[in-house]
């Protein structure tokens, strides 16, 4: 809409409190006087919710002076802030503030605070960010959705006709743009109605995908709001508030549910009831256009934030003008005009020439967001848990990023929002704003509890046992706080976690961190030259091939069987092609699976994949001819896998014998109803390997055992899989000898994500490497990051792998790392992490001479300091288990001690880990329900909490001046000690 250029002229401020009722009456009192000496016999007045509340109660009771005069409207920045902060609080801890934070996009102090509602500009941009990387992860498995189901979907001229719309859209041919898009609007309607029902299956199979697809549908009324405001259309903005009104309810926001459909109410009955004020609105008249650019309007509370608040803020205003209260109030008199003769000058001196269009319309933004779209969407693809994948989206509701599996009721308060909100939007209309009202407007808004993934979180225990849920950075800021204003040593303060959990190693749910595994090996590949396919054989070479099974399994399409005969079939004429392939002169195929035990160090790992800790028994009986039910989700549980590989393995053994060719065979290993058992199936039968019987649980340590066996007779290896924890094993080994003299990894495959294969010659980047780095790698890897332990916050595989061939190449200490069983294996781990801090770790001899150090001349968070001593040891010992385990690969029944104690610990539910010894926080400090007391003598310590912990009460406390528990002056002090 064309709305004129808005004039802004500064009034003279009121010295009184703003949201004081008497205050708010004389402000419309004296702005209907200005209308009244302008000529205008209505007008209409902008405020935020708090103003706004009060200012209605007034207008309502139709005081003689301003009734029937005054028209109030609710800003619609502050509006659309309370909203952001409704889809933080139902988002935020579901993945989304993890996307924007470990994606790189913002800095977690910025993203904790757009959440919250309070950086306006940044978190609209966040949100639409995230909101189409996820419409594009969507709109693309909805079209995977359409092929599958013969569903209509966009064909090559409708698809040739959008990408003109681009182009339109790029050189601002409105006309053209205008004409495309009335003519898609007409074809995309059969599009439509298959995304309804892709999302309506979507959300019955899974609720993970039920409460990402809410996320999409707010972000859907983020967008109609922001047009609503910059394309001026007061139609769509009514719609678009109503539509916010159902996220308020789930959020909590009772205010904002109360008071907004009474706006709306308002707004369009202004049509019958004042006629001229609805058509200045309709008009573009409840926004403001500071320039005659395109799509620029914006909100009136926010362009009042963009001239008069900000010129009192920023240079030449108050900060750091004066501390004098007298020279406060005269610049706070005379602002109004200061303020005009601020912005003549500007307007004089202005000879910038003025965009004509927004700046988010603008080729270098529009790049930039372009850019930070993919990055999102990227890393939801490498990282996390694709929502909108119905071939892996789990059926139970998790967080996409850390993997952590919500409660059941939190699956069952999450995973039907929108439903939840419209019942308790309509129950509010419906009792309080229609006919026969059963409810006063007045009454109160019963609080809707929606349990989030926050209710999750790790908690502390207070003093008194109190149960304590708090934001990690908040918990970690509060008590650094508190430690300033006690007589404690700061360092020993920061010897703790002052967290629930560790939250370098952890997330706030206490789910591990991650990292990019893959990132190692392509450091690794880097030294050496790539190869598609391995070097021709001559012709007395004899070659061995080494399948993950489980990984052969999960990569089969599942549009290519029927049943579970088919299923295993298919696996068999894979292992006889790959004997035929002239090219690989194969006489060995070794087809190796997990074992899946109930009490391992990988559950956390595998119910981050989405697995469920009942899932252990399996949910199907698997018999040849049965169908198989839904591949993916069946995978999902470890007693499912284990029965279908113990079927697999039983099918290749009963019919490969007759189908292979003379002098080939095929071993199976881990998939007998006795996990140790090894066979090999040949044309003359099938024979036990009792040799290479295993304890084992891991494929990858039992492929590496096989490969050294083989080794003795195959002059060349070739081990099938894409895991980064057998790519360090094979280079372990191989730099011990014990492989034969060529290895290689076949890694990649023709899917949806990678697109080629390769073949990495593990014998010529281990001659690449040093001797000491090969050693190292196992324990380094560990440390940094795997399955069965947690990354360390901003510290990828990348880094780890510069680091250390640095530290390494300088003799540093490091090198114990690479002899497990060393007692001064802990030692060397520590140093090795020291290093991978940077130039200032290298003036500190522990972690918690590190974390002093970066606390006190840095302004780092909590989850960039290092663990503590205490959390790393244990990090350190599960590190070592896990290293161990990889080490002993070429014993088929290696001794390993139990985990307990190794950094885990065993209850009823199964292993987890041990987080840190020592409290989360001294005594000193360790009340953050109340910081300080605020008993009245404190003389009784279930009332007073500084004398509780054996602590005296300090000047922040709230105690009376007769307490009794007070600090002592330095001479009271001395006559205590001479005492």
């Not at 908690?459 to 849920?469: E, P």
Request: charged share 25%.
């Amino acid at each position: 809409m064309d709305v004129p250029v808005t004039t802004i002229r500064y009034l003279p401020f009121i010295h009184a409190p703003p949201s004081d009722i008497s205050t708010i009456y004389t402000t419309l009192l004296k702005l209907v006087a200005i209308a009244k000496h302008l000529g205008q016999e209505h007008i209409l007045v902008t405020a935020d919710l708090a103003i706004y509340s009060k200012a209605q109660q007034i207008l309502w009771s139709k005081p003689e002076p301003l009734d029937g005069l005054v028209t109030m409207r609710l800003g619609g920045m502050h509006l659309l802030m309370s909203y952001i902060a409704s889809i933080g609080k139902l988002f935020g801890d579901g993945g989304l503030q993890k996307i924007l934070t470990s994606s790189g996009l913002f800095a977690s102090a910025s993203t904790t605070q757009m959440l919250q509602g309070k950086h306006y500009a940044r978190g609209v941009r966040g949100l639409k960010i995230v909101h189409e990387a996820m419409m594009h992860l969507f709109l693309t498995s909805a079209e995977s959705y359409a092929k599958a189901n013969g569903l209509p979907w966009l064909d090559e001229e409708m698809t040739s006709r959008i990408n003109d719309l681009d182009v339109a859209f790029q050189e601002r041919d409105r006309a053209v743009l205008k004409a495309i898009f009335e003519d898609v609007e007409k074809q995309v309607s059969a599009v439509l109605y298959t995304i309804s029902r892709f999302k309506e299956h979507g959300r019955k199979q899974s609720s993970t995908f039920a409460y990402w697809a809410s996320f999409l549908e707010a972000g859907d009324i983020l967008l109609r709001l922001t047009r609503a405001d910059r394309d001026a259309d007061f139609p769509l903005h009514l719609d678009a508030v109503l539509e916010v009104v159902p996220f308020f309810h789930l959020a909590g926001r009772v205010n904002y549910a109360r008071y907004t459909p009474g706006y709306v109410l308002e707004m369009k009955s202004l049509e019958t009831t004042q006629p001229g004020m609805f058509q200045h609105l309709m008009k573009g008249g409840f926004v403001v256009r500071r320039t005659e650019a395109h799509f620029n309007c914006v909100p009136t509370d926010q362009a009042l934030e963009q001239t008069i608040n900000r010129e009192a803020k920023s240079a030449g205003g108050v900060i750091g003008f004066t501390l004098r209260k007298g020279a406060l109030l005269r610049w706070l008199l005379t602002r109004h005009i200061t303020g005009e003769y601020a912005e003549m000058y500007k307007a004089m001196c202005l000879t910038k020439h003025q965009a004509r269009e927004h700046e988010e319309l603008g080729q270098a933004r529009m790049t930039r967001d372009l850019n930070d779209v993919r990055t999102a969407e990227e890393y939801i693809l490498n990282h996390c848990q694709d929502p909108f994948n119905l071939d892996e989206v789990p059926e139970k509701l998790v967080n996409i990023v850390t993997g952590q599996m919500a409660s059941a009721a939190v699956e069952a308060s999450l995973s039907s929002l929108p439903s939840k909100g419209n019942a308790a939007y309509e129950d509010f209309i419906n009792g309080r704003l229609v006919e026969g009202e059963v409810k006063s407007f007045w009454d109160a808004v019963p609080r809707k509890i929606t349990l989030t993934f926050a209710d999750m979180k790790k908690h502390l225990t207070d003093n008194n046992g109190k149960r304590i849920v708090m934001d990690t950075e908040v918990l970690f800021r509060r008590l650094l706080a508190v430690s300033k204003h006690r007589d404690v040593d700061f360092k020993m303060v920061l010897s703790y976690e002052l967290a629930a959990v560790p939250p370098s190693l952890f997330h706030d749910d206490g789910a591990l961190r991650k990292t990019n595994k893959a990132d190692l090996a392509t450091k690794l590949e880097s030294v050496c030259e790539e190869l598609i396919a391995p070097p021709p054989v001559t012709t007395d070479a004899k070659t061995a091939y080494i399948i993950d099974g489980m990984g052969l399994v999960q990569a089969l399409n599942e549009d290519h069987f029927k049943t579970f005969n088919d299923l295993a079939e298919i696996v068999l004429k894979r292992l006889i092609r790959i004997l035929r392939n002239p090219l690989m002169d194969t006489d060995n195929v070794s087809l190796v699976f997990d074992r899946y035990n109930t009490s391992s160090i990988k559950s956390a790992e595998r119910q981050r994949r989405g697995a469920t800790a009942t899932e252990t028994l399996p949910t199907h009986q698997i018999i040849g001819t049965r169908t198989v039910p839904n591949f993916r989700q069946f995978l999902k549980g470890s007693g499912n896998k284990s029965d279908l590989l113990r079927f697999v393995s039983e099918y290749v053994m009963t019919n490969a014998g007759d189908r292979l060719p003379n002098g080939k065979s095929v071993v199976v290993a881990g998939g007998c109803h006795d996990g140790q058992e090894v066979k090999r199936v040949s044309s003359g039968g099938v024979e036990n390997l009792h040799e290479l019987y295993s304890t084992q649980e891991e494929a990858d340590t039992r492929m590496v055992l096989h490969a050294i066996s083989l080794s003795s007779t195959f002059q060349r290896i070739i081990v099938r899989t894409d895991d980064t924890d057998v790519l360090v094993i094979l280079l372990y080994y191989m730099n011990r000898g014990m492989l034969g003299p060529e290895v290689f990894m076949h890694a990649g495959h023709s899917g949806r994500y990678i697109t080629r294969e390769r073949y990495i010659p593990i014998h010529t980047i281990a001659l690449a490497l040093e001797d000491k780095f090969c050693q190292c790698l196992p324990s380094a890897h560990a440390l940094t990051g795997c399955d069965s332990t947690s990354s360390i916050f901003g510290i990828g595989k990348k880094t780890v792998y510069t680091s250390i061939r640095k530290q390494i190449e300088s003799g540093d200490t490091i090198v114990g790392v690479g002899d497990i069983r060393s007692p001064e294996w802990m030692e060397a781990a520590k140093s090795l992490v020291l290093g991978l801090y940077g130039s200032k770790a290298k003036k500190c001899k522990t972690l918690n001479d590190l974390r002093y150090l970066l606390a006190t001349t840095t302004d780092k968070s909590a989850t960039q300091l290092p663990p503590t001593e205490d959390a790393f040891n244990q990090h350190a010992l599960r590190a070592r288990y896990q290293a161990m385990i990889w080490c002993c690969s070429h014993i088929p029944k290696p001794e390993l001690d139990d985990p307990v104690g190794c950094g885990w610990f065993r209850d009823s539910s199964g292993l987890h880990q041990t987080l840190f010894t020592q409290e989360s926080a001294p005594a000193e400090v360790r009340d953050i329900t109340h910081l300080y007391c605020r008993d009245g003598e404190c003389t009784d310590s279930s009332n007073c909490t500084c004398l509780l912990a054996g602590l005296w009460c300090i000047d922040i406390c709230e105690c009376s001046s007769s307490c009794q528990n007070a600090m002592p002056s330095p001479a009271g002090l001395e006559d205590q000690d001479a005492t």
